[in-house]
């Protein structure tokens, strides 16, 4: 049996899912939001619930692959742009412990953490905010242009690393 759906029961479903996650997320405190779920997001997610912290997630199209594994570890979604003041607040960002903003995109990634620098107000510099950026170089002109404390580029986070597998060492 196939079972379709029309394009408008899908984004009924949608809706109805981004709405559980941001109630949900709307009621915590003390947690830590990923802005992203993609394989680094997700991954992410894993780790601070291995740590036993609560996490939040606003992403405005995860993969419903990533979607599942963060639900299975008992973490709200939020499904908007988190650039948007209520994205924002719908994922409790004002009681929050800590932001890692993880999206694919260094400018939309730049965008969401000055949107929540703005939302955090007199409280920015006691909620951390991590901004992955894949340019090295950029990377250091956001953190110094921008007074981001935590910019930091995957590709010199990593660099170190591939350099030590070539040369044997571990």
Same mark, same amino acid.
């Given at each position: 049996?196939?079972v379709?759906?029309?394009?408008s029961t899908l984004?009924?479903?949608?809706? =109805?899912?981004a709405? !559980?996650?941001?109630q949900?997320?709307?009621t915590?405190?003390n947690?830590?939001i990923v802005?992203?779920l993609g394989?680094?997001?997700v991954?992410?997610v +894993?780790?601070?619930r291995? +740590?036993?912290k609560?996490?939040? $997630? =606003?992403?405005?199209?995860?993969?419903?692959?990533?979607?599942?594994?963060?639900r299975?570890l008992? $973490?709200p979604?939020?499904v908007?742009d988190?650039?948007d003041? +209520?994205?924002?607040?719908?994922?409790?960002?004002?009681a929050?412990?800590?932001?890692?903003?993880?999206?694919?995109s260094d400018?939309?990634? =730049?965008?969401?953490g000055?949107a929540?620098?703005? +939302?955090?107000?007199?409280?920015?510099?006691?909620v951390?905010?991590v901004?992955?950026? !894949?340019d090295?170089?950029?990377?250091?002109?956001?953190?110094?242009? !921008?007074? !981001?404390r935590d910019v930091?580029?995957?590709a010199?986070?990593?660099?170190?690393?591939f350099v030590?597998a070539?040369?044997?060492?571990?």
């Open positions: 049996v196939v379709s759906h029309s394009p984004r009924a479903k949608r809706r =109805i899912a709405s !559980f996650g941001s949900r997320a709307g915590m405190r947690h830590y802005v992203g394989g680094v997001g991954r992410v +894993e780790q601070l291995d +740590e036993g609560r996490v939040a $997630v =606003i992403d405005n199209d995860p993969s419903p692959r990533n979607v599942s594994r963060a299975a008992g $973490v979604v939020v908007a988190a650039t003041p +209520e994205a924002l607040s719908a994922a409790s960002l004002n929050a412990a800590g932001v890692a903003v993880l999206t694919g400018l939309a990634n =730049i965008e969401t000055l929540i620098r703005s +939302e955090l107000a007199d409280k920015r510099d006691s951390p905010t901004l992955r950026l !894949f090295r170089h950029l990377s250091t002109t956001v953190r110094q242009a !921008f007074g !981001f930091r580029s995957t010199a986070l990593a660099a170190p690393w030590a070539s040369l044997g060492l571990k």
